[in-house]
Nanobody, 120 residues
């Protein structure tokens, strides 16, 4: 069974940093991409970052480009989202996801999210 668990969320001040982790199990982690999404109540879940299976390919949504980085440790079956220079607009529940095809943009499995709250 594919399982993804995001963690590391919490309360952070504007301008601060936070690192989220996505622990994966139930599939060959090193053969699949990992995407990060976020959702605010009442709004559509949005994709913000993705990393390819070997870490060579990354993609970022414009609103986080230059502030967030994505990485992975295939030996630990874990992906990370480093959030820097956060703003109030980054407040959301953050999720990680993967898919049966190793293509950023293809998602079949979602983990439970972790709440990130940015305070002024």
């Amino acid at each position: 069974e594919v399982q993804l668990q995001a963690s590391g969320g919490g309360l952070v001040q504007t301008g601060g940093s936070l690192r989220l982790s996505c622990a994966a199990s139930g599939f060959t982690f090193g053969e699949h991409h990992i995407g990060w999404f976020r959702q605010v109540p009442g709004k559509v879940r949005e994709g913000i970052a993705c990393i390819g299976s070997d870490g060579d390919y990354t993609w970022f949504e414009d609103s986080v480009k230059g502030r967030f980085t994505i990485s992975r440790d295939n030996a630990k079956n874990t992906a990370y989202l480093q959030m820097n220079s956060v703003t109030y607009e980054d407040t959301a529940v953050y999720f990680c996801a993967t898919g049966n095809r190793n293509i950023c943009g293809w998602y079949d499995y979602w983990g439970q999210g972790t709440q990130v709250t940015v305070s002024s």
